[in-house]
């Protein structure tokens, strides 16, 4: 938890300069949701900060980008890469990013720096920020899948030993914190996420989302019920597990949709592997997404952001992942996970047929909903007070 030093001499009238950065989806959404989250607390505390946000560019495909259309992200700044290869990107936000904290800081001090989830984007722009001497803020901190590998578990445990502040989405990745001997830098927000689908999504009902296929966006109309399904984890992008997959979903009694990551589809068709009746999209917009899971039947996933989604509008969903950090979820029997045989494949089917209509109600293990105001307000206590 966070320990409160003497306070100093702090002017509480100077406003707190803060730089948000995103370069991928998931950062596009989250940054969605604060800015939303943000736009309806106090002007008292809104006039404490001064926000910049950055898109530092990791992702580039229309398929992974649109969110920022769709959603009206605001952005101050956004880096462009003239190279796809993702260690040039990589390359280029460390070098770009330092230059632009160096622009951005001719106008004033900047004091902090805010990153997110655990991608390179996140270890990247935290190590910039040390080397600037700005603090770091890592929301989405002390997830640990336990083993100690896989990038994104690198890229996380980076980003909270870089940081000042740690707010974790959970209880658990709190202790994570602790054990680490972090516990002096680390806060329990609850999941941001939460605080937008509670507010903007929970009581709602539709008739039909919108998907994008080849950069165009169509409409499906809720009729049939579903199974919603996608992976993306380079774990993940292997050709027995896929056409296993696929096999599956083609003998349910469910219509079927997978959303392809550009690096999944792309396997998909030089493997040629048939997806038979299965709706392939390149992308579903994260507001369209929010409908597509809460009229779904169930849920099968590697992604983190699915997987809390399908929680909060009580659906079962199955993980596809040996990788997954919301172990808190699957203690709730609320999901599954599983491995990559057909075997485990067909035991995931089968519990998620039986359990679909069980009612797991959310039991607050992702926050009350106020995990955004959390993180503000305790950003504005941590300046006042060292």
Same mark, same amino acid.
């Given at each position: 938890?966070?320990?409160?030093? #003497?306070? !100093? $001499?702090?002017?509480?009238? !100077?406003?707190?300069?803060?730089?948000?950065?995103?370069?991928? =989806?998931?950062?596009?959404?989250?940054?969605?949701?604060?800015?939303?989250? %943000? #736009?309806?607390?106090?002007?008292?505390?809104?006039?404490?900060?001064?926000?910049?946000?950055?898109?530092?560019?990791?992702?580039?495909?229309?398929?992974?980008?649109?969110?920022?259309?769709?959603?009206?992200?605001?952005?101050?700044?956004?880096?462009?890469?003239?190279?796809?290869?993702?260690?040039?990107?990589?390359?280029?936000?460390?070098?770009?990013?330092?230059?632009?904290?160096?622009?951005? #800081?001719?106008?004033?001090?900047?004091?902090?720096?805010?990153?997110?989830? /655990?991608?390179?984007?996140?270890?990247?722009?935290?190590?910039?920020?040390?080397? !600037?001497?700005?603090?770091?803020?890592?929301?989405? &901190?002390? &997830?640990?899948?336990?083993?100690?590998?896989?990038?994104?578990?690198?890229?996380?445990?980076?980003?909270?030993?870089?940081?000042?502040?740690?707010?974790?989405?959970?209880?658990?990745? $709190?202790?994570?914190? @602790?054990?680490?001997? @972090?516990?002096? =830098?680390?806060?329990?927000?609850? /999941?941001?996420?939460?605080?937008?689908?509670?507010?903007?999504?929970?009581?709602?009902?539709?008739?039909? %989302? /919108?998907?994008?296929?080849?950069?165009?966006?169509?409409?499906?109309?809720?009729?049939?019920?579903?199974?919603?399904? #996608?992976?993306?984890?380079?774990?993940?992008?292997?050709? $027995?597990?896929?056409?296993?997959?696929?096999?599956?979903?083609?003998?349910?009694?469910?219509?079927?949709?997978?959303?392809?990551?550009? =690096?999944?589809?792309?396997?998909?068709?030089?493997?040629?592997?048939?997806?038979?009746?299965?709706?392939?999209?390149?992308?579903?917009?994260?507001?369209?997404?929010?409908?597509?899971?809460?009229?779904?039947?169930?849920?099968?996933?590697?992604?983190?952001?699915?997987? =809390?989604?399908?929680?909060?509008?009580?659906?079962? +969903?199955?993980?596809?992942? /040996?990788?997954?950090?919301?172990?808190?979820?699957?203690?709730?029997?609320?999901?599954?996970?599983?491995?990559?045989?057909?075997?485990?494949?067909?035991?995931?089917?089968?519990?998620?047929?039986? $359990?679909?209509?069980?009612?797991?109600?959310?039991?607050? +293990?992702?926050?009350?909903?106020?995990?955004?105001?959390?993180?503000? !307000?305790?950003?504005?206590?941590?300046?006042?007070?060292?």
């Amino acid at each position: 938890m966070l320990v409160a030093q #003497s306070v !100093k $001499n702090k002017d509480t009238s !100077k406003k707190i300069r803060v730089v948000v950065v995103g370069g991928i =989806r998931t950062h596009y959404i989250k940054i969605h949701a604060i800015q939303k989250v %943000f #736009s309806k607390f106090s002007a008292e505390l809104q006039d404490r900060f001064e926000i910049i946000y950055v898109n530092v560019g990791q992702h580039y495909d229309y398929a992974l980008t649109c969110h920022i259309e769709t959603l009206h992200v605001h952005f101050d700044y956004t880096l462009q890469h003239e190279s796809k290869n993702s260690y040039d990107i990589l390359s280029t936000i460390f070098n770009r990013f330092g230059e632009l904290i160096d622009t951005i #800081s001719l106008n004033g001090k900047i004091d902090y720096v805010v990153v997110m989830g /655990d991608v390179a984007t996140t270890a990247v722009a935290a190590m910039v920020a040390v080397i !600037k001497s700005i603090k770091v803020v890592h929301i989405e &901190g002390g &997830g640990r899948v336990g083993r100690g590998n896989g990038n994104e578990e690198y890229y996380r445990t980076i980003a909270d030993h870089c940081s000042t502040l740690c707010f974790a989405s959970t209880q658990e990745s $709190n202790k994570n914190l @602790l054990s680490e001997g @972090l516990g002096v =830098r680390s806060c329990f927000s609850g /999941d941001i996420m939460y605080d937008y689908v509670k507010d903007y999504f929970q009581n709602e009902s539709f008739t039909e %989302f /919108d998907y994008v296929l080849e950069n165009e966006h169509k409409s499906y109309q809720l009729g049939r019920p579903y199974i919603l399904s #996608s992976l993306h984890h380079v774990e993940n992008i292997d050709e $027995n597990l896929l056409q296993n997959l696929f096999l599956i979903l083609s003998d349910s009694k469910y219509d079927s949709i997978f959303i392809a990551h550009p =690096r999944i589809k792309k396997f998909i068709a030089d493997k040629r592997i048939d997806t038979r009746k299965t709706l392939v999209v390149d992308a579903i917009p994260y507001q369209e997404n929010l409908k597509a899971i809460k009229n779904s039947v169930f849920c099968l996933t590697d992604s983190g952001g699915i997987q =809390r989604e399908a929680y909060y509008f009580n659906k079962r +969903c199955i993980v596809c992942s /040996d990788l997954t950090v919301w172990k808190t979820i699957i203690k709730t029997g609320s999901n599954i996970q599983i491995g990559k045989t057909l075997e485990e494949l067909k035991r995931g089917i089968q519990w998620a047929e039986e $359990n679909a209509t069980v009612d797991y109600k959310y039991n607050g +293990c992702f926050g009350d909903g106020q995990a955004v105001q959390t993180i503000f !307000k305790t950003i504005v206590k941590h300046y006042e007070t060292v």
